[in-house]
């Protein structure tokens, strides 16, 4: 085997389990917001098959998304935004777009920006399209050197 | 989440000079109809009372949790969270699978092929 194949592995211990949220009962009316995956979520896939959504410009890309008002868009529903993503990092950050958009900073989490509150949003255009980031790779460096993040995390 | 004061205020001076504006990305909600008919409200109006989302359950993680996110982001700025929905009554609560790296014997590593699992240490 060659030297570039091989690398270091560690054993992996048996299965384990972590929560994520809390699913409420269907309440169609309500609904304001539909997200999924192209190709792995099934309420998109459906979307996509009656001819509700074009997501022409973004499925097969790299992190893309489309958000895009769509009306009926399942029983019960009379409209909602439709975030459609070519990947899970693609429509994670349509999600978080609309997170954005609605007044809650990236960073409120990192440097406890405060949101900016509204009881009121709109969205006021049919559709957008982001394509993929310019840079495929991007990331941010937390310090965890003294004194910065080490008082916090202990 | 409290960070230092300092650090929160350096960053924000270096990253964010232009508080929560959307870095240069196109905007498609505003805080007003801008007097336009077509404008679909999904705060406040018919869903004052709190909005629903709902995502699949078969969908990445990751995209689960950031659609939880969004509904508690919403009731950040409108005072009232929305709920998740995966579309399922009685849906019981999301969980993901995962495999730790087994670390009680760090003496002896051995070579294989790549793994998704593979995990490099970082920094610090």
């Known amino acids: ?154 | 989440m409290h960070l230092s004061t300092r650090l929160g205020a350096l960053a924000l001076t270096c990253l964010l000079p232009a508080a929560v504006t959307a870095l240069g990305q196109e905007r498609i909600i505003s805080i007003t109809a801008n007097n336009s008919a077509s404008a679909f409200q999904i705060a406040g109006g018919p869903v004052a009372g709190g909005g629903q989302i709902l995502v699949s359950d078969n969908d990445y993680w990751g995209v689960i949790r950031a659609a939880g996110d969004l509904a508690q982001d919403f009731g950040r700025v409108t005072g009232v969270n929305y709920t998740l929905s995966c579309g399922k009554a009685g849906a019981p609560q999301a969980r993901y699978e995962y495999r730790g790296v087994n670390n009680l014997n760090n003496t002896h590593v051995r070579l294989a092929p790549l793994t998704p699992y593979l995990t490099l240490g970082g920094g610090g």
């Open chain 1, 1 to 154: 085997m060659a030297v570039a194949d091989t690398c270091l592995q560690f054993t992996t211990l048996s299965p384990s389990f972590f929560a994520g949220p809390s699913y409420a009962d269907p309440a169609p009316a309500k609904v304001v917001v539909i997200a999924g995956t192209i190709g792995k979520s099934t309420v998109i896939d459906a979307l996509v098959a009656a001819g509700k959504l074009d997501v022409a410009a973004t499925k097969g890309k790299w992190e893309a998304f489309t958000s895009q008002v769509v009306n009926d868009p399942v029983p019960g529903t009379a409209r909602a935004l439709v975030i459609a993503g070519s990947d899970a990092r693609g429509t994670i950050f349509g999600i978080y777009d609309v997170s954005e958009q609605i007044g809650v900073s990236p960073w409120y989490f990192w440097t406890d920006t405060p949101p900016k509150v509204s009881k009121e949003h709109y969205v006021v255009a049919a559709k957008k399209v982001q394509g993929s980031p310019s840079v495929r790779y991007r990331g941010f460096f937390l310090n965890d050197e003294q004194p910065a993040l080490t008082g916090w995390v202990s």
